[in-house]
DNA sequence: AGATTGATAATGGTCAGACAAATAACTGTC
DNA sequence: GACAGTTATTTGTCTGACCATTATCAATCT
């Protein structure tokens, strides 16, 4: 009799998302409590013993998140000191994970800015490398995320999903790996933007138009076209986020 | 029975400076195989008893060791799978460690490109904000670093890490911390560039004035100017590194 | 035959408790 | 007061067991 794979029926609160594996839940936890401040560079975390005990866990699976943590710079384990949080100049704060973990609670706008002018380094830079390498099929990808991106508006989540392909193409199309990996950073900045945008009701500006403009660019193979191109497209995101942010 | 063994029955060659902790030894040393090709992506390692036997340790050390290796994305584990390579558009190829086991052996000429590739993205772009929020402090670090390394030449491991420490300190001067994370990495380009040129015999070029005129330009506030310096001094590095290459 | 369902087995995931190693802090000595 | 030895605390490692997940394949049903 078709056995529920699924069924939480319990009386339990309604858990989150997958509880997936209990090592990176505790990993995510405790990393989130890191970057959002309530645990600052310098503190030393309870000892391992008294912390699995807390968290009902074994300490193995609780040492298998620490070394999670360490291996992203939050933490720094040794023996009699116990473990510290790290300071921020040792973080991976380009890691998805932790960038995520950063966006877990709201990020500050310092950190927001930060990624901005990152975003303002990098992606003209790649818009122009992408215009010189890109292949048949990342260009198709690009113009599949902005034919979706204008048809479900940025009011939906595959329209949002779009518009970070797009973004995740043109880092493609550079044939980087290094500049590749940056795509996650690229993206969380992204997608707040959109956020911030909604949430202040303000979509005056269609954005579509200005990603046709450094797409067109690519597929045409000009160079500083394209990266001037996304230079105004990001410019202009985050003029628009900041207004956002203020209201 | 087996006490903590330490000693060195089997003769591989692990003569190493990597006294730390074993699962970080471990990780390395599964890192290095990684990056360097010996185990592609989509490969299955070995299970995890049969790993642990065979490196003499136990099960639990080698798991802290996989944690790590997940936590950079270079492979991922699921039950009946087992743990495999991960594709490699997934390995966090910015992180320090990860570019270490990189170095470990000779990286390919392919990524020592994409790496300067970067640099040239990145340094120009900071150099310009070091201009604008540069401290005295960070000036003061950027100048004894050259001072050292005109003294020392590049001849020296103390001259190297003087140019290391001068571009290091240019990112720091950016006041943004992910663009600070990439220092890394662009320390792994600068201490290549020197390896090259080193092998090579061919030190015509000395780069400490390119290194003073970025200086001088970041001292004086002045942006366009730091980023132009920035730029003639990678672009510069660049070619002297592609010469002793092929050569 | 084809699809669906259920059992099987292999693997990672978690647990428990013990001992080893490193080292900050303390203590006694000179 | 400086130094050397001791102690106590914490992480590090080991062992062996059991649990959870899931790819695979066989049995069953349509």
Do not use: C
């Given at each position: 009799m078709a056995k529920a794979r699924r069924d939480e029926g319990g009386g339990e609160p309604e858990r989150e998302e997958a509880p997936g594996r209990l090592h990176g839940a505790i990993a995510r936890?405790?990393?989130?409590?890191?970057?959002?401040?309530?645990?600052?560079?310098?503190?030393v975390l309870t000892?391992?013993?008294?912390?699995?005990?807390?968290?009902q866990v074994s300490r193995s699976a609780y040492r298998e998140a620490i070394r999670i943590l360490a291996a992203k710079?939050?933490?720094?384990?040794?023996?009699?000191?116990?473990?510290?949080?790290?300071?921020?100049?040792?973080?991976?704060?380009?890691?998805?994970?932790?960038?995520?973990?950063?966006?877990e609670s709201e990020p500050s706008e310092?950190?927001?800015?930060?990624?901005?002018?990152l975003?303002?380094?990098v992606e003209p830079a790649a818009a122009a490398l992408a215009a010189k390498r890109r292949d048949a099929g990342q260009l198709e990808r690009m113009r599949a995320a902005?034919?979706?991106?204008?048809?479900?508006?940025?009011?939906?989540?595959?329209?949002?999903?779009?518009?970070?392909?797009?973004?995740?193409?043109?880092?493609?199309?550079?044939?980087?790996?290094?500049?590749?990996?940056?795509?996650?950073?690229i993206g969380a900045a992204v997608r707040w933007t959109t956020i911030f945008k909604q949430r202040s009701r303000d979509l005056a500006r269609d954005p579509v138009p200005d990603h046709w403009k450094v797409f067109d660019a690519i597929a045409a193979g000009r160079e500083d076209q394209a990266r001037e191109a996304m230079e105004r497209l990001v410019t202009l995101?985050?003029?628009?986020?900041?207004?956002?942010m203020t209201a």
């Open positions: 936890s405790l990393g989130a409590a890191i970057v959002s401040g309530k645990h600052q560079p310098g503190d000892n391992e013993i008294e912390a699995s005990e807390r968290l710079g939050l933490v720094e384990s040794r023996p009699k000191t116990g473990t510290r949080v790290s300071p921020r100049a040792r973080w991976r704060l380009l890691d998805p994970e932790v960038l995520s973990w950063f966006f310092s950190f927001l800015q930060e990624l901005y002018e975003r303002m380094i902005l034919v979706t991106m204008q048809h479900e508006t940025l009011a939906t989540e595959a329209g949002q999903a779009a518009d970070r392909d797009f973004h995740d193409a043109v880092l493609e199309a550079t044939a980087n790996g290094p500049l590749f990996t940056l795509s996650s950073s995101a985050l003029e628009d986020t900041r207004a956002s």
